[in-house]
C-alpha cells in the first residue's frame, strides 16, 4: 500500500507553501500579474514570447518551415520568457495570456495587435495566415484537427501527469506513477498503431498535427524525455521512432527546437531569434527535452 493513503484530505484546500517543490516559486492557486513588466518588441510584425518546451518549440518549428517554405511575412522575433523565474506573471505578459504558460503570440500586423495564446490556438492561427500546413480538402482537415486537439487533451497526462511523478515528484509513489505510465503507454501505442499506416499524421502530408504531437510523443519514442525512456519500454514503438527520426532530420525542425532554448550545449541555444543569420555557428542533433 502506498504513503498517498495516509493523507485525509482537510475539509477546505488551503495554500500551503512547499519551498523543497521544483516549482515552489512559481504555482500559485490564482490568476494574474505579480509585477509590472512590459514585453520587448521587435521589429517583425510576428512577436513569439516563448521557450523551448515541447509547448513552446511547437511554434517556432511552424514559424521555420514556413520561411523555409517562403513565406516571408512569417519573420518573427522570439522573445525568451523564463518561467523558472516567473516571466510569465509580468503584467505584459498576462495581457497577451491570461493563462501565464508560454508560448504566447502577439500579431502587430492587424491594428489593434491582436494576441493568441494555446499552442494549438497559435498553430491553426499562423497556418490559416499563411495557407500552409492544414490541409483544405475537408477529410484531411478535420482529421488534422481529430490530432491536434487529441494531443492538447493527451499530452498534460504525459507531462504533468507522468513527468511530474515520476521525474519532478520529491517522493515517489507507486499509485500515480502506474496510473500515468498506462496512460502515456496506451497513448503512445495509439499513435504507433496509426503512424504504422500512415508516413504522417495525416497520410502523405506533413501538418500542424505533427508539428504538436512530435514534440511531445516523437520525443518520448526516442527516450528524451524525464530520463524514462527504459521505464516506459519505448523501444516497442517502432513506428513513432521512424516518424520522429524523420521530422528530427528536418532542417526547419532542428531550427525551431533552438529557438529560445536555454538549456544543453552552448552551440545548440538560441535564446532569442529576430533574424535568420541569428542561426549561424549553432547546430542541434540529439539534445534532451525539458517540460
Ligand atoms: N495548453 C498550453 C500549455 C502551455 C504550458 O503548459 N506551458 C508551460 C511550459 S511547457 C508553462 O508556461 N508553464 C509555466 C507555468 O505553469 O507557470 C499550450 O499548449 O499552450
Given amino acids: ?59 517556432t518549428i511552424l514559424l521555420e518551415e514556413l520561411l523555409a517554405k517562403g513565406h516571408e511575412g512569417a519573420e518573427y522575433d522570439a522573445w525568451l520568457v523564463d518561467i523558472n523565474s516567473g516571466d510569465q506573471f509580468g503584467s505584459g505578459f498576462v495581457e497577451i495570456n491570461p493563462n501565464s504558460k508560454i508560448p504566447a ?15 494549438g490556438s497559435i498553430l491553426v492561427y499562423l497556418a490559416e495566415k499563411f495557407g500552409d500546413f492544414l490541409p483544405t480538402d475537408p477529410d484531411k482537415r478535420t482529421e488534422t484537427f481529430n490530432w491536434l486537439f487529441w494531443q492538447m487533451g493527451s499530452a498534460p497526462m504525459l507531462g504533468g501527469g507522468f513527468g511530474h511523478f515520476y521525474s519532478y515528484a520529491n517522493e515517489k509513489q507507486k499509485y500515480p506513477i502506474d496510473r500515468y505510465a498506462m496512460e502515456v503507454k496506451r497513448q503512445m501505442d495509439v499513435l504507433d498503431r496509426h503512424l504504422a499506416e500512415n508516413e504522417f499524421m495525416i497520410g502523405e502530408d506533413y501538418t500542424i498535427a505533427d508539428m504538436a504531437v512530435f514534440p511531445w510523443y ?50 545548440s541555444q538560441l535564446r532569442e531569434r529576430h533574424a535568420a543569420s541569428d542561426f549561424q555557428n549553432r547546430t542541434q542533433d540529439k539534445v534532451e527535452e525539458a517540460s
Fill in 1 to 59: 500500500m502506498s504513503d498517498a493513503t495516509a493523507y485525509t484530505p482537510p475539509k477546505v484546500w488551503t495554500w500551503e507553501k512547499d519551498e523543497n517543490n521544483r516549482f515552489a516559486n512559481i504555482n500559485r492557486p490564482i490568476a494574474g500579474a505579480t509585477h509590472d513588466k512590459a514585453l520587448p518588441v521587435g521589429e517583425h510584425p510576428l512577436q513569439l514570447y516563448s521557450l523551448a518546451t515541447p509547448n513552446g518549440v511547437k511554434v
Fill in 105 to 119: 503570440l502577439a500579431d502587430h500586423s492587424v491594428k489593434p495587435v491582436r494576441r493568441v495564446f494555446e499552442s
Fill in 218 to 267: 516523437g520525443a518520448m519514442a526516442k527516450g528524451l524525455l524525464y530520463d524514462a525512456g527504459e521505464f516506459l519500454s519505448v523501444h516497442e514503438y517502432k513506428n513513432v521512432i521512424r516518424w520522429a527520426d524523420q521530422i528530427y532530420a528536418r532542417e526547419a525542425v532542428k531550427r525551431g527546437r533552438m529557438v529560445n532554448r536555454a538549456w544543453g550545449e552552448p552551440s
